[in-house]
């Protein structure tokens, strides 16, 4: 019978912490570790096998992710809510915060509608470690293949650079919602709607929506930012569904484990946004495109070789 132990409920929600956010694909490592693993692991940590609590499990510490979002993004977060209930009272889309807050709302319908009619279709159906392995190669194809064709700058580069005129006493997160918000509201549902390939076991997020924003022309840093602030009511939706089932027969006897799980998935989380948002201020895609074609491409050798 399959079950879930302190150590690997930690285990899991350090992984998975980690590996939502950064551009590699979290149900894909939550797939492909504990086949690798073997053993007990493999048999209590199998996303596909029949009355496992494992996937609940799973979207259930995703709460703690989209938390540790919230926490982390708290500012920005005051200013979109805001900016949504002035735009309903007054009618009209005048402001910088008004307009980021329809963006997010528009830009996270196409992935709510699929995640509600394909998620457990495609989380049970392709589940399983050599599908996954193959999605997560083809997620570093396409991080590689869009640092080749990108059209945004890699990040502000800019240990100094200057702002913009007239934003000279803006914070940095306000002057990256002036350039998120001059999307045009198709462009944000486009680049929402790439939260849709994460369905698939393996393909990334973060990395789809950053891939996205970079291919409409925005730089690293704020289609990371863009990627996960419009991830935080996605995640938490999610995993609000299945919270319900985790307080009924579903979570007896795993209920403790499920808390420390999330406890390490929120300290996690909090710490790889953190150092993220500061990596794509310079930095690009690539070392994880490498690390997605070399990870999925060895893990489809061992699971078709043995």
Same mark, same amino acid.
């Given at each position: 019978?399959?079950?879930?132990?302190?150590?690997?409920?930690?285990?899991?929600?350090?992984?998975?912490?980690?590996?939502?956010?950064?551009?590699? #694909?979290?149900?894909?490592?939550?797939?492909?570790?504990?086949?690798?693993?073997?053993?007990?692991? =493999?048999?209590?940590?199998?996303?596909?096998?029949?009355?496992?609590?494992?996937?609940?499990?799973?979207?259930?510490?995703?709460?703690?992710? /989209?938390?540790? @979002?919230?926490?982390?993004?708290?500012?920005?977060?005051?200013?979109?809510?805001?900016?949504?209930?002035? %735009?309903?009272?007054?009618?009209?889309?005048?402001?910088?915060?008004?307009?980021?807050?329809?963006?997010?709302?528009?830009?996270?319908?196409?992935?709510?509608?699929?995640?509600?009619?394909?998620? #457990?279709?495609?989380?049970?159906?392709?589940?399983?470690?050599?599908?996954?392995?193959?999605?997560?190669? @083809?997620?570093?194809?396409?991080?590689?293949?869009? =640092?080749? @064709?990108?059209?945004?700058?890699?990040?502000?580069?800019?240990?100094?650079?200057?702002?913009?005129?007239?934003?000279?006493?803006? %914070?940095?997160?306000?002057?990256?919602?002036?350039?998120?918000?001059?999307?045009?509201?198709?462009?944000?549902?486009?680049?929402?709607? /790439?939260?849709?390939?994460?369905?698939?076991?393996?393909? %990334?997020?973060?990395?789809?929506?950053? %891939?996205?924003?970079?291919?409409?022309?925005?730089?690293?840093?704020? #289609?990371?930012?863009?990627?996960?602030?419009?991830? *935080?009511?996605?995640?938490?939706?999610?995993?609000?569904?299945?919270?319900?089932?985790?307080?009924?027969?579903?979570?007896?006897?795993?209920?403790?484990?499920?808390? +420390?799980?999330?406890?390490?998935?929120?300290?996690?989380?909090?710490?790889?946004?953190?150092?993220? *948002?500061?990596?794509?201020?310079?930095?690009?895609?690539?070392?994880?495109?490498?690390?997605?074609?070399? +990870?999925?491409?060895?893990?489809? +050798?061992?699971?078709?070789?043995?």
């Amino acid at each position: 019978m399959s079950v879930l132990t302190y150590p690997e409920a930690i285990g899991v929600g350090l992984l998975q912490g980690v590996t939502e956010l950064f551009p590699v #694909s979290s149900l894909g490592h939550s797939i492909l570790v504990p086949a690798l693993i073997g053993g007990q692991v =493999e048999r209590d940590l199998n996303v596909s096998a029949d009355g496992s609590p494992y996937l609940n499990v799973l979207i259930g510490l995703h709460l703690a992710t /989209a938390l540790a @979002l919230v926490v982390y993004f708290r500012r920005d977060w005051a200013r979109v809510i805001r900016g949504l209930f002035t %735009s309903v009272r007054e009618r009209r889309i005048a402001t910088v915060e008004q307009r980021l807050a329809w963006l997010l709302v528009v830009a996270t319908i196409p992935v709510g509608i699929a995640g509600l009619a394909l998620d #457990s279709v495609f989380r049970t159906t392709l589940g399983k470690p050599i599908p996954t392995a193959v999605f997560l190669s @083809l997620n570093g194809i396409v991080l590689y293949v869009t =640092e080749r @064709l990108r059209r945004g700058g890699t990040g502000r580069r800019r240990a100094g650079a200057a702002p913009a005129p007239g934003e000279e006493d803006l %914070s940095e997160e306000e002057r990256s919602d002036r350039r998120i918000t001059r999307l045009g509201f198709g462009q944000a549902t486009w680049i929402g709607a /790439a939260q849709i390939l994460a369905l698939c076991p393996g393909i %990334s997020r973060s990395g789809s929506t950053i %891939s996205a924003g970079i291919f409409r022309g925005m730089n690293h840093e704020d #289609s990371a930012r863009f990627a996960f602030l419009l991830a *935080t009511p996605v995640i938490g939706a999610a995993a609000l569904l299945k919270v319900p089932s985790l307080l009924g027969p579903a979570g007896d006897g795993i209920r403790g484990q499920v808390v +420390a799980g999330s406890v390490a998935a929120f300290v996690a989380g909090y710490v790889a946004v953190k150092y993220l *948002t500061k990596y794509f201020e310079t930095r690009t895609l690539t070392p994880f495109a490498i690390y997605c074609t070399v +990870a999925g491409l060895g893990s489809l +050798a061992y699971f078709t070789l043995t």
